[in-house]
T-cell receptor, first 109, second 115 residues
Framework: DAKTTQPNSMESNEEEPVHLPCNHS???????IHWYRQLPSQGPEYVIH???SNVNNRMASLAIAEDRKSSTLILHRATLRDAAVYYC??????????FGAGTTVTVRA | GAGVSQSPRYKVAKRGQDVALRCDPI?????LFWYQQALGQGPEFLTY????????KSGLPSDRFFAERPEGSVSTLKIQRTQQEDSAVYLC?????????????FGDGTRLSIL
């Protein structure tokens, strides 16, 4: 699977938007971009995924660059509950997820 | 509705003992996955089942690791002759098969400590 690059950590203030970048310059045409997050002492939780077009759901938005070599996960109004490790994952085969180290998001009250 | 359930939540074993970890997937989910997560790292894929068939076991670290899903629902991950490097959180996930690219739903894992 193609690799992704994410910052190690990001900080945000409560009720402000958070933009989490992910670079995936070697992405192939069949790779989907998935985002999961993991709260302390819990299993990973699905956030959102997309292929080419921007995607929105109740949790977040996913903005995908036109060349697909990068993407950004947007949390519109951060809450303390959004403090977690966020993983950007490429997957073409529908099952094997390669998580990497992710971005640790801290939310300040 | 009920999510993925894993038991036990915590397991402590002495080096050399055998352990068995259980996963109850979401009812009706065809696909089941096991991952291993070492402290401070992201989860790493171990194995994948579609119903009772183990289609990919490329991530199992050694022949001491064995997984089964005999009736296509509950799965067990067994580790024989445990070693200290087996200490980790073992995560189970399940998903439906169709349409493609369905999210994986994870349990909260079993934290295994080998003394």
């Amino acid at each position: 699977d193609a690799k992704t690059t994410q910052p190690n950590s990001m900080e945000s203030n409560e009720e402000e938007p958070v933009h989490l970048p992910c670079n995936h310059s070697t992405i192939s045409g069949t790779d989907y971009i998935h985002w999961y997050r993991q709260l302390p002492s819990q299993g990973p939780e699905y956030v959102i995924h997309g292929l080419t077009s921007n995607v929105n759901n109740r949790m977040a938005s996913l903005a995908i660059a036109e060349d697909r070599k990068s993407s950004t996960l947007i949390l519109h109004r951060a809450t303390l509950r959004d403090a977690a490790v966020y993983y950007c994952i490429l997957s073409a085969n529908d099952y094997k997820l390669s998580f990497g180290a992710g971005t640790t998001v801290t939310v300040r009250a | 509705g009920a999510g993925v359930s894993q038991s036990p939540r915590y397991k402590v074993a002495k080096r050399g003992q055998d352990v068995a970890l259980r996963c109850d997937p979401i009812s009706g989910h065809v696909s089941l996955f096991w991952y291993q997560q070492a402290l401070g790292q992201g989860p790493e894929f171990l194995t994948y089942f579609q119903n009772e068939a183990q289609l990919d076991k490329s991530g199992l670290p050694s022949d001491r690791f064995f997984a089964e899903r005999p009736e296509g629902s509950v799965s067990t991950l067994k580790i024989q002759r445990t070693q200290q490097e087996d200490s980790a959180v073992y995560l189970c996930a399940s998903s439906s098969l169709f349409p493609s690219n369905q999210p994986q739903h994870f349990g909260d894992g079993t934290r295994l400590s080998i003394l």
